[in-house]
């Protein structure tokens, strides 16, 4: 019979499940950015740049790329989710991607032509929260199981 420690959980380690998790919240949040109603002023979609009218929920103006953006932060989230060091290389990574746009976002103006993804104020701590929530998860949980030995395949 197995020792409990050695037995890894159906949805892998919790660096894992939380990569995972991210990466379906972000192709679902891609997918909403091209629904008409769901974002608000859908009409005025453009594909990159401060011109792109729309506001996810209302609130975060997006664009075709802004869109892709996210569809492609998912992919990575649930291809990356496979294996441990891959999930916590994700959520490090990817949150310091979110904290360099938050900065982006807050050095360029709204109105501008280098505001490109577009960013909104909004969106802008929308990005920081992520970045940040990302990175401390990635550290944090990135540890869990390393450090006690758990989460290691099995070999049966």
Known sequence: MEAQSERTPVGGSPV?????VLGLVFLVVG???????VTRNYNLLAF??????P???GTFTV???????????GIAGVAMSRTHAAATTYLVGG????LALWIYGLIVDEHS????????TAGNWLH??????????GLVLGRIGVAHGAFRPRHT
């Open 95 to 98: 949150g310091g991607i979110y």
């Open 63 to 73: 664009s075709v790329l802004h869109n892709i953006v996210h569809l492609i932060f």
């Open 31 to 37: 997918v909403l950015g091209f629904i008409p109603g």
């Open 48 to 53: 990159a740049g401060h011109e792109s009218g």
């Open 113 to 120: 032509t280098a505001n490109f993804v577009p960013v909104n």
């Open 55 to 57: 506001a996810l929920f």
């Open 128 to 137: 920081f929260g992520l970045g940040a929530g990302m990175v401390a998860l």
């Open 16 to 20: 894992q499940v939380t990569a995972l």
